[in-house]
């Protein structure tokens, strides 16, 4: 049997492992490393590890470190309620700044679950008091931090970027990051229209989510975000919900220990903990922001500007910002190493790591050229995109963009279709399914539910939902992203 043929199976059978058992895709990824690598292919450990992303490793780190500092000081949960606020008695646009404001957490650093852990529970509070359809907002929520996930400084952004970055295709961060927020936009409009229309009361709006704001950061909510694990990092998990420790179920119980884990996307969302830290410095209600909020308001656009304006290493800029937060409010910052998404880090670093054994092997070309022989691009490109889709709506999204991509790289160089809209659709096919119950973000929505939600008829229209998206998302995004550049 030849390497490229042995190294798909090994792969087959980490995707598998991690999916039906509580394991680490990561983990699983270094001891694939590792056996293909030294076993199989005959290289030297130092030649193995030559395949680490280190940048990628300081960039995670940096970004959900500043990230739990800042959610622990309470500036996320101002900046919450600052938005509200602005739309004063205007209900109606409530999931709309849901929608922002997740977008705008992840865009600048944050993983997906987190943001969805941090806003879901507000949001879904808001819609059981104005009767606003539970799964508009929650999926509102969720297509919202997606639609920041591929921002030049974010983690999904960083990741395909980094992979892009290393070869001879045409790169184009802001198109990628675009054609994901517009696709994501377009979804809410939809979502807004199919299921809001003009039932929402105009009511005191801001009140009503302050107090929500005000009771999650008190009550039960920090437990519910604090522990979302990963699928293949430790979550425990049937088919029929979300499961173990802090269960939650197609019921929708939650237990105190807090964890909501998944059996789909693993993006760890080890920053994504409702601060309940001594140094949480939640403001109440009408307040105005304390001197850490303020400053941690500047240092986030700061990152932004230095990373993006002027070309600077975002992994060291955000842990030199999350530093100097640290020593503004040492009390705030408590506990925030413990929230940086290790799961994440090991996940990611051990795929790419895997992948460049895959490369050593000659698996990429192998597959590359299976796909080029198909002898129409268009197809190829189509059949990429629904892989992706179907696997993620399970599986990691980031695991199967880190796999996905690089088998994909010789196929687009050949020139026949353009590569970076192949490399948007696949992106945005493999981030719009995490609505799927069995993903953190299904599942994190799907815990959140209203009590007066019947939790089962819930989760069946998460799961119809989430239906539709595999089906004709990735068929869409082809169809949006792909076909003109091809024409």
Known sequence: MSAPVLSIIILAVMFL???????????????????????????????????????LFLTIVGVT???????????????????????????ALIPWVMFAITALITAVGALSPAAVAIIAPIALSFAARHKINPLMMGMMVIH???????????????????????????????????????????????LSLVLGGNRFRSTKAGRMVEQAAESRMSVSVGARAAGVTLQGSGSDISPAGVSTNGTVSTKGTVSTKGTVSSKGSSEGAGAAATSTEPGAAASAPGAR????????????????????????????????????????????????????????????????????VLEEAGTITFVSDG?????????????????????????????????????????????????????????????????????????????????????DKFYKQILAYSGIVVVAGPAIAWLVMVVPGWM
Do not use: H
Request: proline fraction near 4%; charged fraction near 5%.
């Open 371 to 455: 796909v080029a022989q198909l002898g129409m691009p268009l197809l190829a490109a189509l059949l990429i995109c629904y892989i992706g889709a179907v696997v993620s709506a399970f599986a990691s999204s980031t695991a199967i963009l880190a796999a996905l991509i690089p088998l994909a790289v010789p196929f687009l160089a050949t020139g026949e279709i353009g590569a970076v809209g192949v490399i948007a659709a696949l992106a945005v096919a493999a981030t719009i399914v995490d609505v799927s119950p069995f993903s953190t973000n299904g599942a994190l929505v799907l815990a959140n539910a209203p009590e007066d939600v019947d939790k």
């Open 144 to 190: 919202g931090a997606q639609a920041g996930g591929f921002s030049p400084i974010a983690v999904y952004g960083v990741t395909v970027n980094g992979i892009i970055a290393k070869t001879d295709l045409e790169a184009s961060p802001m198109a990628i990051f675009l054609a994901s927020f517009v696709f994501n936009l377009a979804i809410a409009v939809v």
């Open 17 to 55: 492992l991690a999916t039906v058992l509580p394991l680490n895709m990561g983990a699983l990824a270094f001891v694939g490393a590792f056996l293909l690598g030294s076993v199989i292919l005959g290289m030297s450990t130092s030649d193995i590890l030559a395949n680490f992303p280190g940048g």
């Open 65 to 91: 470190y500043l990230f739990a500092i800042a959610q622990n000081n309470g500036t996320i949960d101002l900046l919450v309620r600052g938005a509200v606020r602005m739309v004063g008695n205007k209900v």
């Open 289 to 356: 922001g304390s001197v850490p909020q303020l400053v941690t308001i500047a240092g986030l656009i700061a990152l932004a500007v230095i990373s993006l304006g002027f070309k600077v290493d975002v992994g060291f800029v955000s842990i030199t910002i999350a530093v100097i937060l640290a020593l503004v409010s040492p009390a705030a910052q408590k506990g925030a190493v413990n929230k940086i998404s290790w799961s994440t880090v090991l996940l990611i670093c051990g795929m790419l790591t895997f992948v460049g």
